[in-house]
C-alpha cells in the first residue's frame, strides 16, 4: 500500500486508482529508460538483470486497483511533478498500469509488486522463486536499505525503536486463508478512534 499511499498524497485524489486485474500474478516490467544511469534506483542493476525482468514474470503482485500509465502521463498531470516513472507492468487484460516510480527530489522510490514475498513467502502456489525473480527482489532490497542507512535520525534508546515496531501494533487475527496465503490484522489506537489494517 506504501506505492499507493504515495501517489495518493501527490494527487489528492481519492480517487484516482483505476481496477485492474493483476490480483496473484507475476508479471515483467516495462523499463520506461533506456540508459539506467539515468535513475537512482536502477543505476546499479546488472545489465543482464534488468534484462530478464523485462522478460521473465518475476514480479509478484497483489492488487485490484492500479494507477494507470496514461493517468500518470497525462497532460497536468500531479505525478509527473514529482516522480520519474521508471516501469510499467500490463495486467491480464492488457492494460499498462505504474508499477515503479522515484521522487525526483527526494530519496525515496515506490513499487507497486511485492519483491519481499518472491524472498519470503512460499505459500502462494504461483510464487517465482526462481534465481533471476529472487536476484532482482534482493537488489531492490539491498538498495531499499542502503538509501534507508543514510538518515541519520535515530531513536533515543533501543526499548524506544522496539516500541515502535509494527509488530508491536497488536495483531489481533493472525492466519492462514484457504488458498494457504498468511494473513495479519493490526489494530492501530489514534487518540480515541481504532483503525484496522488487514495484510495479505
Known amino acids: 500500500m506504501g506505492h499507493q499511499y504515495l501517489m495518493f498524497l501527490v ?13 496473484h500474478t507475476q508479471d515483467p516490467v516495462i523499463f520506461n529508460f533506456s540508459d539506467k544511469n539515468s535513475t537512482k534506483l536502477f543505476s546499479e542493476f546488472p545489465d543482464d538483470l534488468l534484462n530478464k525482468a523485462e522478460n521473465l514474470p518475476i514480479t509478484a503482485n497483489f492488487h485490484n486497483w492500479s494507477l494507470l500509465t496514461k493517468d500518470f502521463l497525462a497532460d ?30 527526494y530519496p525515496f522510490f515506490t ?36 538509501e534507508a542507512k543514510k538518515n541519520s535520525q535515530r531513536f533515543a534508546s533501543y526499548d524506544e525503536l522496539v516500541g515502535r515496531l509494527v509488530q508491536k501494533a497488536g495483531v489481533d487475527q493472525l492466519g492462514v486463508d484457504s ?19 488487514y495484510v495479505s
Open 11 to 23: 494527487s489528492k485524489n481519492p480517487y484516482f486508482l483505476k481496477h485492474t486485474v493483476s490480483q
Open 76 to 105: 497536468g498531470s500531479p505525478y509527473k511533478k514529482f516522480y520519474k516513472l521508471l516501469s510499467t507492468s500490463l495486467d491480464a487484460e492488457g492494460v499498462s498500469y505504474v508499477s515503479n516510480t522515484e521522487a525526483l527530489n
Open 111 to 146: 513499487a507497486q509488486f511485492h519483491p519481499e514475498v518472491t524472498e519470503f513467502t512460499f505459500s502462494y502456489n504461483f510464487t517465482d522463486h526462481s534465481e533471476p525473480a529472487v536476484e532482482f527482489a534482493n537488489q531492490l532490497s539491498l538498495k531499499f536499505v542502503g
Open 179 to 197: 488458498d494457504g496465503s498468511f494473513y495479519d490484522n493490526y489494530f492501530f489506537h489514534v487518540g480515541n478512534r481504532t483503525h484496522s489494517v
